[in-house]
């Protein structure tokens, strides 16, 4: 093995039948894993049964998907990769880049596989705490040196839900030569993107999330022109599969379902954090999901009342991070939190 392999993996939410069969329970909510509760639009679940090519190997273009991605996002075409998912992106992205001793910049607490990634990969990881409501603050500039490859900015963040000063965005990205990676998973929830487009700046997005796609693993990014030789010579030749991009171009034919979604949850949303605020310290989200701090051990009492949500110390916070689920699930969530407390 090579000497930064570590046993230390990411770990997931825990699963429905897993919960119920651990705690003997008929009802089980999943509000752990940031999902689309509403799930992927009927005209992509219809594509997903036409499908029948799976002796065919995808062909690794995907120029119609990154044609549609083009009309949705305004990005072009030429200038998007496809992953296995942002964290495929990510990997590629890291393979490209980092050779050991490399410095990667991760504002914590936040997204776990970041770190995971930089581990190995033998980078040198350089935390910088978050400020007030978790923002990120100057002090990342300060810590930008000759040896930094990359530097990472959720856009929400996840766990906490907030978005960051895009002046400060830009600022970062224009005192470095770093790529800067701006991990816009939960944008479709946010009030606002970053759409900066400058010669070290790639910005992600997922399929995942608001288009209810995660077991499919569509990722995509656009890349600075110059970099997408690079990302196509360091990619798997075949990551995503014809299937999912086929399921892929339906999904986004038929963006009134995801808009549709996105407001049923962006309304949620704010009626959770309203319940919320009254029983616990919440935190503002710009994503499908609430931060809050409470009483320790509180997820895994909810767990043995039948609801999933996550317990955050895995990303270096204290708190809680529970996503916006159906109303009834919310109520079920916000039943079994006032027993509790
Ligand atoms: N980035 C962030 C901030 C996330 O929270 C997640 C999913 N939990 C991902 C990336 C990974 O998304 P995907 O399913 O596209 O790999």
């Known amino acids: ?74 990005w072009e075409a030429e200038r998007i990769v496809i992953g296995a998912g942002i964290d495929g992106i990510l990997e590629t992205l890291f393979t490209m880049l980092i050779e050991k001793g490399d410095e990667v910049v991760i504002p914590v607490p936040t997204f776990q596989y970041y770190s995971i990634l930089a581990r190995l990969h033998c980078a040198k990881e350089i935390i910088v705490q978050r400020g007030k409501d978790f923002r990120i603050t100057e002090q990342i500039i300060d810590l930008l040196s000759e040896k930094t490859k990359l530097v990472i900015i959720p ?18 990205a224009e005192s470095t030569k770093a790529i800067v990676f701006l991990d816009e998973a939960y944008i479709e929830f946010a009030d606002m993107n970053l759409d900066l487009d400058l010669e070290n700046v790639v910005i992600a997005r997922t399929m995942s999330k608001a288009f209810g796609l995660a077991n499919l693993r569509i990722g995509y990014a656009r890349l600075p022109e110059w970099l997408v030789k690079y990302y196509r010579s360091a990619s798997t030749p ?102 509790l407390l």
């Not at 856009?155 to 970062?172: A, Q």
């Not at 399921?247 to 009134?256: C, F, G, K, Q």
């Open 238 to 339: 075949f990551p995503v599969s014809t299937l999912a991009e086929r399921v892929a171009i339906a999904s986004l034919e038929d963006i009134d379902w995801m808009k549709n979604c996105v407001e049923k949850i962006k309304s949620e949303r704010s009626k959770l954090f309203g319940e919320l605020e009254k029983l616990v310290e919440a935190y503002p989200s710009q994503a499908n999901f609430i931060f809050f701090r409470s009483k320790d051990g509180l997820a895994e009492e909810l767990l043995r009342k039948g609801v999933i949500i996550r317990d955050c110390r895995s990303f270096g916070v204290s708190g809680y991070r529970v996503t916006v689920g159906k109303p009834d699930e919310n109520d079920f969530f916000l039943q079994k939190l006032k027993e």
């Open 155 to 172: 856009f929400p963040n996840n766990p906490t839900g907030n978005i960051e000063d895009p002046g400060l965005v830009k600022e970062i």
């Open 1 to 74: 093995m090579r000497e930064c392999i570590e046993f230390e993996t990411y770990i997931p939410g825990r699963s429905i039948d897993e919960v119920k069969e651990l705690y003997g329970l008929e009802k089980v909510v999943k509000l752990a894993s940031n999902e689309n509760p509403y799930g992927a639009s009927p005209r992509a679940i219809e594509e997903l049964r036409k499908f029948t090519d799976l002796h065919r190997y995808p062909n690794p273009e995907y120029r119609e998907l990154r044609e549609r991605l083009e009309e949705y996002t305004g």
